[in-house]
């Protein structure tokens, strides 16, 4: 799993924000490849329809329905991270049926990935290692030379988009379709709509990093919706959970999805959208609209570290004036979390998992130690240039501590009084932090450095000594930081789960639709095996046969009962 708080990969990835942030605004490849994309509007609409049953391409996946007259869709987000729970859920989603609760579950004749396919950054090495090896491995092509086979469709999310989205269009996007094991890509943009029934139809969007949506996109839903016939659904997938992200200032992602859902029932008044998807917060959590039928389900659960759900609130009341809302405001007040059958809350894992592991944060120092080591370095700077300055400008110190905390706190969690005061308190106890660091030092080196026989003004010994000891003391004030803030103030709930990397808890959603209605079995797998677990699959076991299996056979449940939309 990915080291969120190694230096160095937050020095790479602070530069490829950057860049991304300003390639997005002034190169954004949405437009590019919009402009090179000839096709007229029917051919966008037939890209759409090509996998319905009676298409005119026999080389294509068909989408017929089975015997009892259903299809299957299957939707995963953010993988691409960890091998273990990224190819433990690619197992998973590759079987042609699975055994889950005494429920027979056949694999869904399309795979929708929701965002984030690889992790921490675009790059070749991430999407063959962490993505393509993974999911051939899962999968065996089993007609490596042929286009015939169960279509996958991607969203990109925000690390997708980390390097201008250049890879993802080579791999999601290619005119010779991409061999993803035994799926095959189709789509020729970086959003899409697909037919998966004569009434139900899957809409995709891509907001890149600005929570935007560009002008050919709202083109392109345009043209989809007019083809449309009059009792059609949607089944709306969005990078991000706006409804999630109602309180973070400067969020855009709920307008966003409220905005395409606007354009859909704007040009068509007979659709409907009683099913919202997406990945992002790696998490499963479904909410309720106030209208009784339309159901936000988030499900991030495909191989990336696991987010908490402790914080998620019971209910997100929309605000039906700001900008956006447009679609939402037409029919929806508020949401409420759903329950189970048992009455608890439908989030995965359960809140009261989530406060456990959230304790996890008190071995910070034991994650991430390179992390810890820089914090000792910064106590060590701290200790020498107190010792260089006159006492009366001592007060420098607390102020660029709390300076550097309150911009790290805005950044992640936005502006406002509690971050201030937050990032105040924050950066005086790592100043004290700093003081005991001092202190430890000339007590170690007065009561057992001398009998050692090392020289006491030893410059090096000196430091070495102030940063492993103000390491230890810095990391675990932060890592304390970070349980309190997440705990109690609301605040640091990706910092306070990136920082454990924890893989349990994997998920994806699979749905059957059969008429009108949308069934959707939310699949879960808690216990993911470790690196030395898995073993080369000679018995050729499973259907399809994957590259390597676990000792103790993978075992997969429902996170709720299923749920039904119409």
């Known amino acids: 799993m990915t080291g969120w708080f190694g230096p160095v990969l937050l020095l790479?990835?602070?530069?490829?924000?950057?860049?991304?942030?300003?390639?997005?605004?002034?190169?954004?490849?949405?437009?590019?490849?919009?402009?090179?994309?000839?096709a007229t509007p029917e051919e966008l609409v037939g890209r759409a329809r090509q996998f319905m049953p009676g298409q005119r391409n026999e080389q294509v996946w068909s989408l017929e329905p089975d015997a009892d007259g259903a299809v299957w869709v299957d939707f995963v987000a953010d993988l691409g991270d960890g091998f273990d729970a990224t190819f433990a859920i690619a197992s998973l989603l590759s079987q042609e049926s699975l055994s889950v609760d005494g429920q027979q579950l056949k694999r869904g004749q399309i795979l929708v990935m929701g965002g984030d396919e690889v992790y921490p950054r675009a790059a070749p090495e991430t999407y063959q290692k962490q993505l393509r090896d993974p999911y051939d491995w899962a999968f065996p092509d089993p007609n490596p030379g042929l286009l015939k086979g169960p279509p996958v469709f991607a969203v990109p999310g925000n690390h997708d988009w980390y390097d201008g989205l250049v890879l993802f269009l080579a791999l999601f996007c290619r005119k010779d379709h991409m061999h993803l094991g035994g799926w095959r890509t189709h789509q020729r943009r970086s959003y899409f709509a697909v037919q998966l029934t004569d009434q139900w139809w899957l809409w995709a969007i891509d907001a890149q990093l600005a929570d935007d949506v560009d002008q050919p996109q709202k083109e392109y839903f345009r043209e989809i919706a007019n083809a449309m016939p009059d009792n059609a659904k949607i089944i709306l997938c969005g990078p991000e959970p706006g409804w999630l992200y109602t309180g973070q200032a400067g969020n855009k992602a709920l307008g966003v999805m409220s905005y395409i859902g606007w354009i859909a029932v704007n040009q068509h008044r007979g659709l409907t959208i009683p099913l919202v998807l997406s990945g992002d917060t790696h998490h499963y959590s479904r909410y309720v609209a106030d209208d009784g039928n339309t159901q936000f389900v988030t499900s991030g659960g495909g191989g990336a570290f696991l987010h908490p759900t402790h914080q998620v609130a019971p209910r997100v009341d929309i605000d039906r004036g700001k900008d956006g809302y447009s679609w939402l405001a037409g029919h929806i007040k508020a949401l409420t979390l759903g329950s189970n059958a048992h009455g608890s809350e439908a989030v995965y894992p359960s809140k009261a998992e989530s406060l456990s592991m959230l304790r996890g944060n008190f071995a910070f120092v034991a994650y991430n130690p390179g992390f810890a080591l820089v914090l000792g370095v910064l106590y060590w700077i701290v200790s020498l240039v107190g010792k260089a300055l006159p006492s009366d400008v001592y007060y420098i110190a607390p102020i660029l501590l709390i300076g550097g905390f309150w911009g790290y706190t805005k950044k992640q969690e936005g502006g406002g009084l509690k971050t201030a005061l937050v990032s105040a308190v924050n950066g005086l106890a790592h100043c004290l932090g700093a003081a005991v660091t001092a202190f430890a030092v000339a007590w170690i080196n007065n009561h057992y450095v001398d009998?050692?026989?090392?020289?006491?003004?030893?410059?090096?010994?000196?430091?070495?000594?102030?940063?492993?000891?103000?390491?230890?003391?810095?990391?675990?004030?932060?890592?304390?930081?970070?349980?309190?803030?997440?705990?109690?103030?609301?605040?640091?709930?990706?910092?306070?789960?990136?920082?454990?990397?924890?893989?349990?808890?994997?998920?994806?959603?699979?749905?059957?639709?059969?008429?009108?209605?949308?069934?959707?079995?939310?699949?879960?797998?808690?216990?993911?095996?470790?690196?030395?677990d898995w073993r080369p699959n000679a018995e050729r076991a499973g259907q399809p046969p994957p590259a390597y299996v676990p000792k103790s056979p993978l075992k997969p449940g429902l996170i709720e009962q299923p749920f039904s939309v119409t």
Not at 21 to 33: E, H, K, T
Not at 474 to 483: N, P
């Open 12 to 38: 790479r990835l602070l530069w490829r924000v950057v860049l991304s942030d300003l390639f997005g605004q002034y190169a954004d490849r949405r437009l590019i490849v919009a402009a090179l994309d000839s």
């Open 451 to 532: 009998l050692a026989g090392w020289p006491r003004s030893s410059f090096l010994l000196s430091a070495a000594e102030a940063i492993l000891v103000g390491g230890l003391i810095g990391g675990t004030l932060f890592g304390s930081y970070l349980y309190v803030t997440s705990r109690w103030l609301d605040m640091n709930h990706n910092d306070g789960f990136s920082s454990m990397r924890r893989n349990s808890h994997r998920h994806f959603l699979r749905m059957r639709i059969k008429g009108d209605t949308v069934t959707v079995f939310p699949v879960g797998l808690k216990e993911i095996p470790k690196r030395e």
